[in-house]
């Protein structure tokens, strides 16, 4: 079994369908989205959650209709003036990824103000993907890293060689990623970063997505089985060892988290039955 997660990741999708059923438009459910994101970030704090990563607006969002792209690159620079303060006083460091190239120079100048203004927050990190997709990011991680070591063949290239040059360093792997609105699947969504992060789909749009949501979404990770390659045999015999070795202590017994077990192996779990983007 797994403490809560360390690294919360998610997939903000529902928006245009909750104002849809609303006969609302779909900038109304946007609104709701950055809204509700709000309450979440604050759960999190709350539970104690270190690492929270959201997925704002991919690279295949521009092809969405011109004026909704706009809006939402509007929302994007509101959320950052209107929110930095809050951000700041509950000590939490903003770190925004993605491709900023295509950004206005408003927004790239707020992105790197917010980010110096939060860098000493210390109570959760909150990375918001904006423009970013996951084989993107591969990409151009390979290439910084050919940049960085020009006198050497990709051959020499390793996993662990790759990873700082990926957009999400220094954050540990996510531990749990949850996707809301009904779907099930990554799209394009850190799918380096998520090679053995357990899945958790629901069926719940963004907006109405509340704490009572992400609790059932945190306890189904606490049942999970991070196996990491390993059979359930040798998980349990290891999980008996640190037990015994608590009580030869006197100590509290450890519990088997992501942590503990090698960074590089487990098995994904997908919440299929429960099918518990900011954007959709």
Not at 57 to 77: G, K
Request: hydrophobic share 35%.
């Amino acid at each position: 079994m797994n403490s809560h997660p360390n690294h919360i990741v998610i997939i903000m999708d529902g928006n245009g369908r909750w104002s849809k059923k609303r006969l609302m438009p779909r900038s109304v459910g946007h609104l709701m989205g950055a809204s509700n994101l709000r309450s979440v970030v604050k759960s999190c704090v709350q539970k104690k959650v270190k690492h929270l990563t959201v997925f704002a607006f991919s690279t295949e969002n521009w092809r969405r209709p011109p004026e909704e792209v706009a809006t939402l690159f509007d929302l994007f620079v509101r959320y950052l003036k209107t929110e930095i303060t809050e951000l700041q006083s509950q000590g939490i460091r903003l770190r925004v990824i993605g491709d900023q190239s295509a950004f206005t120079p408003e927004l790239q100048e707020q992105i790197n103000l917010s980010q110096r203004l939060t860098a000493n927050g210390t109570v959760l990190d909150l990375t918001v993907a904006i423009n970013y997709g996951g084989r993107w990011d591969i990409l151009q991680a390979t290439r910084a890293w050919q940049n960085a070591h020009p006198y050497e063949s990709l051959e020499q290239l390793t996993q662990e060689g790759l990873e700082p040059y990926l957009c999400t360093y220094p954050l540990p792997e996510p531990d749990l990623l949850i996707r809301t609105g009904g779907e099930s699947r990554l799209s394009n969504f850190l799918i380096w970063q998520c090679a053995y992060t357990e899945l958790y789909f629901s069926d719940v749009l963004w907006p109405e997505f509340d704490e009572h949501e992400l609790q059932s979404a945190m306890d189904w990770y606490a049942q999970r089985v991070r196996r990491y390659g390993k059979t359930d045999e040798q998980i349990k015999a290891s999980m008996s060892k640190k037990i015994e070795s608590g009580k030869a202590t006197g100590g509290v017994s450890p519990v088997t988290t992501a942590s503990s077990l090698p960074s590089n192996s487990s098995s994904n779990g997908s919440n299929m039955a429960t099918r518990p983007l900011f954007l959709k």
